[in-house]
Structure formats: C-alpha cells, structure tokens
C-alpha cells in the first residue's frame, strides 16, 4: 500500500529479485530433470513428461516453502569457476611437485607452520570454498573456519608465505562475487 501520493509501491524494485528467483528456480529444475533423465534411463514421451511435471511441482513446493536458498544451488558460479578451476588445477599440482620434492630430496626444509589468513569472502559459499581450495592444494590444511580468516596448516614456511601473498584469496572473492 501507498502511504503517500508518489510513494513507490512496495514491491518495486524487487523485479531483479524475481528475475534471479525465476533463473534460480529454472536452473534447479533443469538439473532435477537431468539428474532424474539419467538416473531413470527411461524415454518414452509418458513417462519424460511425468518426470518433467514432477521436477516441477518440486522446484514449485520447495520455492513456495521457501527452502531454497541462493548458496545451495550456485548458478552465479558457474561462469566464474571456469577461469578459477583451471587455475587451481595447476596451482595443486605445483604444490604436489613441492611436497613430493620436499618428500624425495634430503635436507628440503620441513618447517611447519600455522597462520592464520585472511578472507575477504562476502559468504559463507566463499569461504567455504577458500578453505577448501587451501586443503586440496598440498602442503596446506584448512583447520578452522571464522568470521573474515581462516586457521591454515602449512608442511612448510614457503607454503605459508605463498597463501599469505592472498593471490587464492581474491581468485575466490572474485568467483564468488565480491569482485
């Protein structure tokens, strides 16, 4: 309701809202209907269309109930993650050529270290996926998770002072949005 002639009604503004709400609900849709498609192996126009509408009345009950949530199916990554995963690709498997050398040639220093990193992700998605990025790079271990840091094992100092230069740290602020 209006308080004042040329007060905005309440809900304007809120079409880019509904926007990523419909792009949402269509994306978990395709992905329950894919899933459902494989996993049941059957094709026959019936039965895809009985698929089809039950893949619907989910998405349509489970939007309704409000239980989907934008971090539970993240869309918006998907892009994103195209330059970002390939990167961490080749920084793992850099630090597995560290560790196997540090492993296989005596006198390679072994210092262990905990630090604790900044994290400048906007979610809790983000973070989650900054520290587990760190624990699947070799060498590294995320042991605890707060509020703007994270609490990193390191096998040595070299590791430690490579995540604390924070190149991880904006690559994932930037997949995720914050960037």
Same mark, same amino acid.
């Given at each position: 309701?209006?308080?004042?002639?040329?007060?905005?009604?309440?809900?304007?503004?809120?079409?880019?809202?509904?926007?990523?709400?419909?792009?949402?609900?269509?994306?978990?849709?395709?992905?329950?209907?894919?899933?459902?498609?494989?996993? %049941?192996?059957?094709?026959?126009? @019936?039965? #895809?269309?009985?698929?089809? $509408?039950?893949?619907?009345?989910? &998405?349509? +009950?489970?939007?309704?109930?409000?239980?989907?949530?934008?971090?539970?199916?993240?869309?918006?990554?998907?892009?994103?993650?195209?330059?970002?995963?390939?990167?961490?690709?080749?920084?793992?498997?850099?630090?597995?050529?560290?560790?196997?050398?540090?492993?296989?040639?005596?006198?390679? %220093?072994?210092?262990?270290?905990? @630090?604790? #990193?900044?994290?400048?992700? $906007?979610?809790?998605?983000?973070? &989650?996926? +900054?520290?587990?990025?760190?624990?699947?790079?070799?060498?590294?271990?995320?042991?605890?998770?707060?509020?703007?840091?994270?609490?990193?094992?390191?096998?040595?100092?070299?590791?430690?002072?490579?995540?604390?230069?924070?190149?991880?740290?904006?690559?994932?602020?930037?997949?995720?949005?914050?960037?």
């Amino acid at each position: 309701m209006r308080d004042r002639p040329g007060d905005a009604a309440p809900n304007a503004g809120n079409h880019v809202c509904d926007r990523a709400a419909v792009v949402h609900a269509l994306s978990l849709g395709c992905v329950l209907f894919g899933t459902w498609l494989l996993l %049941s192996g059957h094709y026959d126009p @019936l039965l #895809i269309g009985l698929g089809l $509408a039950s893949c619907a009345t989910v &998405v349509y +009950f489970t939007h309704r109930m409000d239980v989907i949530d934008h971090e539970g199916h993240p869309v918006h990554l998907t892009w994103r993650g195209a330059v970002y995963w390939p990167w961490l690709m080749a920084e793992i498997g850099k630090a597995n050529i560290d560790v196997a050398r540090r492993i296989l040639t005596p006198g390679r %220093s072994i210092s262990p270290t905990l @630090l604790r #990193i900044r994290a400048t992700q $906007a979610t809790d998605l983000g973070r &989650v996926i +900054f520290a587990n990025s760190i624990t699947l790079t070799p060498g590294t271990v995320s042991v605890d998770v707060g509020e703007g840091e994270i609490l990193v094992h390191a096998l040595s100092r070299d590791g430690a002072d490579e995540l604390a230069r924070g190149e991880m740290d904006r690559r994932v602020t930037r997949m995720a949005g914050g960037d």
